[in-house]
């Protein structure tokens, strides 16, 4: 299924909601990807009419639970919708159900089990809306990305996954987390299928590919190293000129100074929910919170200027490529569900606000997935999908061939 994925199924009809709701029954129990699945019923017209999807439990959704991936707000019932939720009403979408995050969308886990292999980690924050349509559960789900939460779910479960440029679709009615970061996307099987999703939403598509790919490799782990070399020597073989990039040293800055804007802006987010309720927010989270909390704000001002420098940098190196391929994660899934990974590999270019995608590499048939993260340059969506289209259809072949 790599060049056409479940969305593409039914928006032509081969499949509908009823299909979901069966495979919600079958693989639920074992993976736990919801919160709460329940079919929204209406009769909108357009181009997604009957399309059904799921929305991280961040999301609010009139008359769903939504207990932001906490006990404390079990039941939570939403009185207003999302502004992207009723963007996608306003497309025929149908919402299906609320997906597992993890606790305030931070790294205290969630249930949820990766489909591959489910004593690993979906990783996280956007767990459930990964693992959910990785295992046919949904055709596209929402998900948010504040570091690496659509971008290292989709590496380890083996889908597709769009962060989109900072702001371009609406967070108004998603919980926030860090305002100057938290961004919404989402979750498909294909990069075909993302396509589709992204005409369907009213946006340009492009047909036009980039003349050169530009290649930043970071420290990652052997077997995602390996992948990832293999993945540029197949797009090579196949005609993309692929060529190593040389970031500023603002990119390597930009990871540093994401993670202190995190700290700095989720304490103060979230600081009244934690003096209500203490650790049981989440260890993790209570911890951020305590440090973000005893943070001045002389140094979460110097680096929001870092980010500022990072994005006038590398847009002149998108000027020379204009879109750069870097591993989507450090390695595969993680063993256990106690850790939902590392965003080490995505939290730059989401300080960036630029646009990003996560398409699967070949990987041994027994072997975790892995990821290929593209980037390009601000409110360049339409040329990054077709990228991705286009990578993803030569790693498939490239694929194919290797093995017959």
Known sequence: MANTGMLARCIAGEVNAEYFEERIRKEEPRLHAWVETRLESHSTGGPLKGVPYGAKDIVEARGYRTTYGSALFADHISSEDAALVELLRSKGALLLGKT????????????????????????????????????????????TQTQGSIIRPASFCGVVGIKPTFDLLPVKGIMPFAPSLDTAGFFTQTALDLRLLWQALGNGVDSGLPPVYGMIEPPVDPEMHEAFLEAIQSLSQYGCVVKRADPPESFEQALNAVRLIQTYEGARTLEETYKRHGAAVGRKLAQLIQDGLAMPEEPYREALEVLVKARREMAALFETYPVILSPAAPGPAPFGLGFTGDPRCNAAWTGLHVPVISIPMPVAEDALPMGLQMAAGANQEALLIAAACHCQALLTAGAKTASA
């Open 100 to 143: 597992q995050t993890t606790s305030f969308a931070y790294f205290d886990p969630a249930p949820t089990r990766n489909p591959h292999k489910p004593d690993h980690t979906p990783g996280g924050s956007s767990s459930g809306s990964a693992a959910a349509v990785a295992a046919g559960m949904a055709p596209f789900a929402i998900g």
